[in-house]
């Protein structure tokens, strides 16, 4: 069956950290580019990060910049998204989508998963 399938969401507190995976099966992930969305109740789904397929480089919004990373395990078939520093306006349903570039994958994805819920709060 060829899915994207997220994992390692969770109830965290402030200032604390979880890593996302974001694990192909039925496909090899290595060569696509991987986007992290997350869309918190009422609010629109904001782009997070992507890390290209074609050249390895990553772009990601401005308010994410040093608290998350993203990184690619191809033996695992997976796209990690590394989460530090957790504010409670963090708390959303993070999700990930994988296309042939990161312009697809925002908007025009091949493969995209269901989300996985991180919380975060005393």
């Known amino acids: 069956q060829v899915q994207l399938v997220e994992s390692g969401g969770g109830l965290v507190q402030p200032g604390g950290s979880l890593r996302l995976s974001c694990t192909a099966s039925g496909f090899a992930l290595d060569t696509y580019s991987v986007a992290w969305f997350r869309q918190a109740p009422g609010k629109e789904r904001e782009i997070l990060f992507c890390?290209?397929?074609?050249?390895?480089?990553?772009a990601y919004a401005d308010s994410m910049k040093g608290r998350f990373t993203i990184s690619r395990d191809n033996a695992k078939n997976t796209v990690h998204l590394q989460l530090n520093s957790l504010k409670p306006e963090d708390t959303a349903v993070y999700s990930c989508?994988?296309?042939?570039?990161?312009?697809?994958?925002?908007?025009?994805?091949?493969?995209w998963g269901q989300g996985t819920q991180v919380t975060v709060s005393s």
């Open positions: 989508a994988a296309s042939s570039s990161c312009s697809a994958a925002y908007y025009y994805p091949d493969y």
């Open positions: 890390l290209s397929g074609l050249d390895g480089s990553t």
